[in-house]
């Protein structure tokens, strides 16, 4: 179940809740109580070990506005 981090708008308060992705939009109530709340955006890092490949990159595209796709190029 995803992880989800709030921050309350009377303490400043943040927090965390697990809940299913089909409540992620649902009202939060902070530990305190409180129920003006917004979720917060949050990144994930991803890292790659020194035994990974190389990624391999997508091939330019070539010709017209869309790579050509459209009969443009």
Do not use: W
């Amino acid at each position: 179940m995803p992880t989800y981090a709030y921050r309350c708008r009377e303490c400043t308060g943040t927090f965390e809740l697990q809940r299913p992705m089909s409540e992620s939009g649902a009202p939060a109530v902070c530990p305190d109580g409180h129920a003006d709340t917004v979720k917060l955006l949050t990144t994930i890092a991803l890292t790659g070990s020194a035994n990974s490949p190389a990624p391999v990159s997508a091939p330019a595209p070539s010709g017209g506005c869309c790579g050509g796709g459209c009969g443009c190029g």
